[in-house]
């Protein structure tokens, strides 16, 4: 199975826990620019993702049964 | 493997000449490897040993199959096998050559008949759970986003592998495609073959999807097996089943981390937590602009808050101050004065009293002076004068002596406490008095008292 590098599953949990913590109050300027930051970067990735949707299918049983 | 194909037997060359032990073993060669399933009815004799049993399976025009079948077998049906059941076993032939009889070696015996099947589905579902196979505690969380899919169904039948592939959305899903039956006699272990298959070589894929279109119970039967419930507990992917239609509760379903009621429906649920990030990702990215420019506001805000709050303040703290100061100077200059005006009085009146005292001083000074200068110069005229008076005091003294009037011949008495009496009515009878003469003394008692 190639490893996939980007994890959609992890970005998105993060971009979700951004979204949340600028719900907050009292945000440090400093930190909501790194957030923010950090945010578009996944936000970014993640569309990249969305956008290369084709499935890819693979039969295994086929090529087990050449293995034989 | 290969499964259920038809013999194909070489046609033997040479004139070959087996021993009798030889022979059985040729025959076994071919025997053995098959997997066949038989159906019949279970024989009158029975012969149970703790951890096998021999059965006869029965045709209608008398054929008789022995069969062997270990123990545990039995056991994974959840009910026990009895003579005149209808069942079908699965397994394989073999002769035994001390006896040089045909005997089927049972694998797997799989029941007949809607009833029987389902007081065997409840029969195992009781036992299985009573196991802990169906607790909620147990089930493997499914991932959020699942990429790489294992799909286990058939390519045939009622479509599942169809509706499967063409309800997933175009999300780059990466599917690997293990072919196996869904029903009959050689489902279960295919399955089970495939969940064992991922597990051992694709262990990272998000999720095993098992699925097949709806059917009776009969068909249903490898899903409602103790073997698969085993296997899908023992899957270390988590595994999703969509079998059947909705009202066919299988124990795999029961058993298996997320149960979807068809292949559609599996597909379905796959999709939609990517169908939802398609939709919140846009959303968030509004949104994290928009937040991000309200903290600036917000900030922004708060600097001209802080900042005229911060002047405000300070001119506040300044004019306290100021205040503060200027009552000290008040108080101070009040003070002084007060202190200035007790001081001029004071002065004043040490001025005053002092020219008092130095007049005064200055007269007795005078007076002394003038009464020194008299005194010398009057000092024969005052010696004089006084010795005269002197004299005359002396004269006059000793006339108003007593001495003298005793001389003359009065006496003068006193009581008994040395006071003179002057009134005798004071005195009492008997009382001693004592009278005084010129020369001597007397003590007399009073006889008598006259006023």
């Known amino acids: 199975m190639p490893e996939e590098k980007f994890n959609f599953t992890k970005a998105y949990k993060e971009i979700e826990e951004i979204n949340e913590w600028f719900q907050g109050e009292d945000i440090d300027l400093d930190e909501a620019l790194k957030k923010y930051e950090k945010g578009m970067e996944l936000i970014a990735k993640c569309k990249e993702r969305l956008k290369e949707a084709e499935n890819k299918f693979e039969e295994i049983k086929k090529k087990y049964s050449i293995g034989e | ?451």
Not at chain 2, 341 to 346: A, G, P, Y
Not at chain 2, 347 to 363: A, S, T
């Open chain 2, 1 to 451: 493997m290969k499964i259920n194909q038809s013999l194909e037997v070489e046609p033997i060359i040479e004139e070959k000449v087996f021993s009798v032990s030889e022979f059985f073993d040729f025959l076994n060669e071919i025997l053995v490897p098959q997997r066949v399933i038989v159906q019949g009815e279970i024989g009158e004799k029975m012969n149970n040993y703790p951890r096998y049993s021999f059965f006869n399976l029965l045709d209608k025009d008398g054929s008789i199959l022995k069969c062997f079948v270990w123990r545990e077998v039995i056991e994974t049906l959840g009910i026990d096998i009895e003579p005149g059941m209808e069942i079908r076993v699965i397994g394989y032939p073999e002769i035994r050559k001390n006896r040089g009889e045909l005997n089927f070696q049972v694998e797997r015996i799989e029941l007949l008949g809607e009833g029987i099947l389902k007081r065997q589905f409840e029969i195992l579902k009781k036992k299985l759970e009573a196991l802990g196979y169906f607790s909620p505690e147990i089930k493997k969380p499914i991932p959020k986003f699942c990429e790489n899919i294992g799909l286990i169904t058939s390519r045939v039948g009622r479509g599942a592998l169809k509706d499967f592939l063409t309800h997933l959305g175009n999300f780059g899903f990466r599917i690997f495609f293990y072919e196996t039956k869904v029903e009959g006699g050689f489902a279960l272990n295919e399955i089970l073959e495939a969940i064992n298959w991922f597990n051992q070589n694709m262990p990272k894929l998000d999720v095993l999807v098992l699925t097949r279109g709806g059917g009776d119970w009969e068909s249903l039967r490898p899903f409602n097996s103790e073997e698969i419930v085993k296997a899908i507990s023992a899957s270390k992917i988590p595994i999703i089943t969509g079998i059947g239609h909705e009202d066919d509760t299988t124990l795999a379903d029961l058993v298996a981390d997320l149960r979807t009621s068809t292949p559609t429906d599996a597909a379905k649920i796959l999709n939609k937590n990517w169908e939802l990030a398609k939709v919140n990702i846009p959303k968030i990215e509004i949104n994290l602009s928009t937040s991000l420019r309200k903290t600036f506001e917000i900030i922004k805000k708060k600097i001209i808050f802080y900042g005229s709050n911060l002047t405000v303040k300070v001119q506040k703290e300044i004019g306290l101050k100021q205040q503060g100061l200027k009552s000290l100077w008040k108080n101070l200059g009040l003070r002084f004065q007060n202190y200035f005006k007790e001081f001029e009085f004071l002065e004043k009146e040490f001025k005053k009293n002092y020219l008092k005292i130095k007049k005064l001083v200055k007269d007795q000074k005078i007076k002394i002076k003038e009464f020194l200068e008299d005194l010398i110069k009057n000092k024969n005229q005052w010696q004089g004068k006084i010795n005269k008076i002197l004299k005359q005091q002396e004269e006059k003294l000793f006339l108003c002596s007593p001495y003298l009037k005793l001389k003359q011949g009065y006496t003068i008495t006193k009581d008994e406490s040395g006071k003179i009496i002057k009134d005798p009515t004071r005195l009492k009878i008997s009382q001693e008095i004592l009278t005084k003469f010129y020369k001597g003394q007397i003590v007399s008692k009073i006889k008598k008292i006259e006023k």
